[in-house]
C-alpha cells in the first residue's frame, strides 16, 4: 500500500465504510449506504471502488435481488497495521500528514457523536476524552501497551448483538524530547 491509498483511508466517508465492515463484517452497498448518510450513490461506489483498489475490503459474495447482482462486501486488511507496517517508508512530512487527517476523523467522530439526541444528557457513557502524562521506562511501556492491546483485542471481536453499540476508542502516543 503506497502513501496516496494510505490517505485515502482516512477520509471521513471512507472511515464510515470501515467501521461498518467492522462492525457487520459484511455489508451489502445498501446497509454501507445507509451508514454512510446522504451522499450520492456515484460518491459512494467511488468511495467502495478506491477502498478495494487499496487492498482494504473486498467482495466477499454477491447477491442477486430481482435481476441486479447485489455485492457484499467484507475488510480485507486491517487498515491500521497496513499503515504500520509501511511507517518505515513514511517521510516526516508525510506521517505529520496522516496524523492531521487521523485527527479529522476524530473530529468528525465527535461531532457525529453529540450532534445525536439526548448524547448530551449522558456524556458520561456515552463519550469522554482524556489525557495522561506518566513516566516510564521502555519496558514499562511496552507492557502497558501489551495490556491495552490485549484488552482491546478481546471487546473488539465481540459479535454484533442488541445493546451493542459502536464506541471508537482512539489512541494517541507521544514522547517527550529527552527520551
Not at 494510505?6 to 454501507?32: D, G, H, V, W, Y
Not at 430481482?66 to 518505515?88: C, F, H, W
Not at 491495552?148 to 494517541?172: D, E, V, Y
Request: contains cysteine; proline residues 3%.
Amino acid at each position: 500500500m503506497n502513501l496516496a491509498e494510505m490517505k485515502s483511508i482516512m477520509n471521513p466517508i471512507r472511515i464510515k465504510i470501515i467501521q461498518e465492515l467492522s462492525i457487520k463484517k459484511t455489508a451489502t452497498t445498501k446497509e454501507i449506504a445507509q451508514a454512510c448518510g446522504e451522499i450520492p450513490q456515484a460518491t459512494l461506489y467511488r468511495h467502495l471502488y478506491a477502498l478495494m483498489k487499496g487492498g482494504v475490503i473486498q467482495v466477499v459474495s454477491e447477491n442477486r435481488v430481482r435481476g441486479i447482482m447485489e455485492k457484499v462486501y467484507g475488510i480485507k486488511a486491517n487498515p491500521s497495521q497496513t499503515i504500520n507496517a509501511n511507517l518505515d517508508r513514511i517521510t516526516k512530512d508525510e506521517l505529520s500528514t496522516l496524523f492531521s487527517q487521523y485527527l479529522v476523523s476524530i473530529v468528525t467522530d465527535f461531532e457525529s457523536c453529540i450532534a445525536k439526541p439526548k448524547v448530551m444528557e449522558s456524556i458520561g457513557t456515552n463519550l469522554g476524552f482524556t489525557s495522561n502524562s506518566m513516566l516510564l521506562t521502555d519496558d514499562e511501556f511496552l507492557e502497558m501497551i501489551a495490556e491495552i492491546n490485549r484488552i482491546i483485542l478481546q471487546k473488539a471481536s465481540n459479535p454484533f448483538a442488541t445493546g451493542r453499540r459502536l464506541r471508537k476508542f482512539s489512541t494517541i502516543i507521544t514522547t517527550d524530547s529527552r527520551g
